[in-house]
């Protein structure tokens, strides 16, 4: 059956699968800074709730204790892992819960600095990063590819 000029036009128009889409870049920068930010979570939380000797000893938090903050700490690195699966999987879900996750671990981030000033900075910072990249080109990738 022969197609008509019409549908050739709306073919070729369609992303080939060898080409990225716009801002794919940013949406794997994105995965890939979420996943390694919800290790390192994951990682602090651990090492907060045993109390560990490379804490300050005496910091104050906005919220109760050093435990308490590694709890929340390694809740959000486990939501960040599985926000990394969900945005490498494509779809707009794993968009709206990775910014959701970011958006969560910025604020712990911002509420800890009066502790650790730097690092808090920096995930923030990292956070800020994230949200963008999703937020701007974190579509469904499965509808633009075609």
Same mark, same amino acid.
Do not use: H, K
């Given at each position: ?9 709306? #073919? &070729?128009?369609?992303? &080939? ?12 920068? #994105?995965? *890939? ?5 919800? +290790? ?8 907060? =709730? ?5 804490? +300050?000893? !005496?910091?104050?938090?906005? %919220? ?7 709890? *929340? +700490?390694?809740?959000? $690195? ?8 969900? =945005?490498?999987?494509? $779809?707009?879900?794993?968009? @709206? %819960?990775? *910014?959701?996750? #970011? ?8 509420? &800890?600095?009066?502790?650790?000033? %730097? @690092?808090?900075? #920096?995930?923030?910072?990292? !956070? ?11 579509? !469904? ?6």
């Amino acid at each position: 059956m022969a197609t008509t000029p019409a549908a050739e036009s709306r #073919a &070729s128009a369609r992303p &080939s699968p060898e080409y990225p889409t716009e801002g794919s870049g940013w949406v794997l920068f #994105a995965g *890939i800074m979420i996943m390694m930010v919800g +290790v390192l979570n994951i990682i602090w939380g651990i090492a907060a =709730i045993d109390r560990s000797g490379f804490f +300050v000893q !005496d910091t104050n938090f906005i %919220f109760s204790d050093l435990r308490t903050w590694g709890w *929340i +700490v390694l809740i959000l $690195g486990g939501l960040q892992l599985a926000a990394a699966f969900s =945005i490498w999987a494509g $779809g707009s879900y794993g968009r @709206w %819960f990775g *910014i959701a996750s #970011a958006t969560c671990n910025a604020i712990a981030a911002l509420l &800890s600095i009066p502790a650790y000033p %730097f @690092w808090s900075l #920096a995930i923030f910072a990292i !956070d800020v990063l994230i949200i963008y990249g999703l937020s701007a080109y974190g579509g !469904d990738r499965r509808i633009a590819a075609g």
